[in-house]
């Protein structure tokens, strides 16, 4: 029962049952209204065509006692038992009578005009009086006749109308289920594609071969939606592989060194030797794990940012000054070429371009400079970090901001982010409505910031 108060098709045909119904009904209102205006105005005009005619009688006739003694000369003018006239004089009474169902005699006021009056009761029925001066005398004229005949023509033509109606309404919902079942059926269709899908076939698109432009958007709308959970899908499979190889790299490491300094006695030395590695394996994971966690937070909710006007002068001259070992070690130099402010999350522009910096030095050339710059404008600011060393092949550009991705072998040098600084930079962008982008400039790689611009962004 559930399942067919739901139905939609089952809606749609009660939905087209029902203005069919009101439709149909309102015409066979219109039509019954308009045959019973017809048929009164015709009875009246009867009802009027027979004072007439009395009347002329009653004028043709010089003694009315000539008409009381031989009624045949205007019995046969009434046609059947449904009709009646009276004549009356000045005196109320009665001179003529042709009354077959022994009616009373109503009262009524006659006028020069014809009066029109409506009788209900076992026998209804309607008649007109009309006031006219005949031979001197005042003579009052009514005809009339019962209403059974109408009523009953109207009640069959208003039950043939109510029947017209009921099987126009039950015809009206059974071609409409029938056209919704057909109409629908490439939505069931559709579900029934859609049923199919499960994890290992979220390649294939559904395919309903309608006609109809609205299920085309639906089928596309769904389709594009397939394509981004099998890409979000796949990104997880390779993360999931990823992230278990990251970290079975350095549980290997502990397990081994553990497994090798308790095979046999050590000195307190090689104990602290043991420990020391084991320490730098903790913290490399510990690393880890702190930045999936800031990319789940990031991903689950929008934090609030503490957003206000950061010198980036000032800010990249602190990171190139905490840099400055690391680049020694690598051989390569640190160049400012920022200027003026930013409106941003100090804490979260320091990370994003922190990582931008380590990931310059791993895989710059020795003997190189690595350039930090800013430029401001219209509607964005965009803060770039370029290094010279190995180019990153083009099928790999649009990836390098994926958690553990690696473009190639030697760009796949370890380093403390655990292979998610890269994501984080971007995390930190789309917090900021803004992106992070990658190309190949020359002999190295320039990776940006891009920030939109706001009322509160100057430069120098």
Same mark, same amino acid.
């Given at each position: 029962?559930?399942?067919?108060?739901?139905? %939609?098709?089952?809606?749609?045909?009660?939905?087209?049952?029902?203005?069919?119904?009101?439709?149909?009904?309102?015409?066979?209102?219109?039509? $019954?209204?308009?045959?019973?205006?017809?048929?009164?105005?015709?009875?009246?005009?009867?009802?009027?065509?027979?004072?007439?005619?009395?009347?002329?009688?009653?004028?043709?006739?010089?003694?009315?006692?000539?008409?009381? !003694?031989?009624?045949?000369? +205007?019995?046969?003018?009434?046609? &059947?038992?449904?009709?009646? =006239?009276?004549?009356?004089?000045?005196?109320?009474?009665?001179?003529? /009578?042709?009354?077959?169902?022994?009616?009373?005699?109503?009262?009524?006021?006659?006028?020069?005009?014809?009066?029109?009056?409506? *009788?209900?009761?076992?026998?209804?029925? *309607?008649?007109?009086?009309?006031?006219?001066?005949?031979? #001197?005398?005042? =003579?009052?004229?009514?005809?009339?006749?019962?209403?059974?005949?109408?009523?009953?023509?109207?009640?069959?033509?208003?039950?043939?109308?109510?029947? @017209?109606?009921?099987?126009?309404? %039950?015809?009206?919902?059974?071609?409409?289920?029938?056209?919704?079942?057909?109409?629908?059926?490439?939505?069931?269709?559709? @579900?029934?594609?859609?049923?199919?899908?499960?994890?290992?076939?979220?390649?294939?698109?559904?395919?309903?071969?309608?006609?109809?432009?609205?299920?085309?958007?639906?089928?596309?709308?769904?389709?594009?939606?397939?394509? *981004?959970?099998?890409? #979000? +899908?796949?990104?997880?499979?390779?993360?999931?592989?990823?992230?278990?190889?990251?970290?079975?790299?350095?549980?290997?490491?502990?397990?081994?060194?553990?497994?090798?300094?308790?095979?046999?006695?050590?000195?307190?030395?090689? +104990?602290?030797?043991?420990?020391?590695?084991?320490?730098?394996?903790?913290?490399?994971?510990?690393?880890?794990?702190?930045?999936?966690?800031?990319?789940?937070?990031?991903?689950?909710?929008?934090?609030?940012? &503490?957003?206000?006007?950061?010198?980036?002068?000032?800010?990249?001259?602190?990171?190139?000054? $905490?840099?400055?070992?690391?680049?020694?070690?690598?051989?390569?130099?640190?160049?400012?070429?920022?200027?003026?402010?930013?409106?941003?999350?100090?804490?979260?522009?320091?990370? @994003?371009?922190?990582?931008?910096?380590?990931?310059?030095?791993?895989?710059?050339?020795?003997?190189?400079?690595?350039?930090? /710059?800013?430029?401001?404008?219209?509607?964005?600011?965009?803060?770039?970090?370029? &290094?010279?060393?190995?180019?990153?092949?083009?099928?790999?550009?649009?990836?390098?901001? !994926?958690?553990?991705?690696?473009?190639?072998?030697?760009?796949?040098?370890?380093?403390?982010?655990?292979?998610? #600084?890269?994501?984080?930079?971007?995390?930190?962008?789309?917090?900021?409505?803004?992106? @992070?982008?990658?190309?190949?400039?020359?002999?190295?790689?320039?990776?940006?910031?891009?920030?939109?611009?706001?009322?509160?962004?100057?430069?120098?």
């Amino acid at each position: 029962m559930s399942r067919w108060r739901r139905s %939609l098709s089952l809606r749609l045909a009660l939905a087209f049952a029902l203005v069919s119904l009101l439709l149909l009904g309102g015409i066979g209102l219109y039509l $019954y209204r308009s045959l019973q205006q017809e048929i009164a105005w015709r009875d009246d005009q009867t009802l009027l065509g027979r004072l007439d005619r009395m009347e002329t009688l009653l004028r043709d006739t010089p003694d009315i006692q000539q008409l009381r !003694e031989r009624p045949e000369l +205007y019995a046969n003018m009434l046609g &059947n038992t449904e009709h009646f =006239l009276w004549v009356l004089n000045s005196a109320g009474e009665v001179l003529i /009578s042709i009354n077959p169902r022994s009616l009373p005699l109503p009262s009524l006021r006659a006028t020069a005009q014809p009066r029109f009056d409506e *009788r209900s009761g076992a026998l209804p029925y *309607r008649l007109v009086a009309q006031q006219s001066f005949i031979h #001197g005398d005042s =003579l009052t004229l009514v005809a009339g006749h019962l209403l059974s005949e109408r009523n009953n023509m109207l009640a069959a033509y208003r039950n043939n109308l109510l029947m @017209a109606l009921l099987c126009g309404s %039950l015809l009206s919902f059974l071609l409409a289920a029938l056209i919704s079942q057909r109409g629908l059926r490439p939505l069931r269709k559709l @579900a029934t594609q859609a049923m199919e899908l499960d994890a290992g076939r979220l390649h294939t698109r559904l395919d309903a071969g309608s006609p109809y432009a609205e299920l085309d958007g639906l089928e596309q709308n769904l389709n594009q939606a397939l394509a *981004r959970i099998d890409d #979000g +899908y796949q990104q997880l499979v390779r993360f999931s592989a990823d992230l278990a190889h990251e970290m079975r790299t350095p549980l290997n490491n502990l397990m081994g060194q553990t497994q090798l300094v308790l095979s046999k006695t050590r000195t307190i030395e090689e +104990y602290e030797q043991v420990l020391d590695s084991n320490l730098e394996e903790f913290e490399r994971l510990a690393r880890m794990i702190d930045s999936l966690l800031f990319l789940a937070r990031s991903e689950q909710a929008t934090p609030a940012l &503490n957003c206000r006007p950061v010198d980036l002068v000032e800010l990249t001259d602190r990171l190139n000054e $905490y840099f400055e070992g690391m680049a020694d070690e690598q051989q390569v130099t640190l160049v400012n070429h920022c200027a003026g402010t930013l409106y941003a999350d100090q804490e979260m522009l320091t990370r @994003a371009l922190a990582n931008l910096i380590a990931n310059a030095i791993r895989y710059a050339d020795a003997g190189s400079a690595i350039t930090i /710059s800013s430029v401001h404008g219209a509607e964005h600011c965009v803060v770039a970090v370029y &290094n010279q060393g190995p180019c990153i092949e083009q099928p790999h550009l649009e990836h390098v901001f !994926e958690r553990f991705y690696r473009a190639d072998p030697s760009r796949s040098a370890p380093g403390s982010t655990g292979g998610l #600084g890269l994501a984080i930079v971007q995390a930190i962008m789309r917090q900021h409505a803004g992106h @992070a982008r990658v190309c190949n400039e020359g002999n190295g790689v320039r990776f940006e910031l891009v920030f939109p611009a706001t009322d509160k962004m100057t430069t120098a």
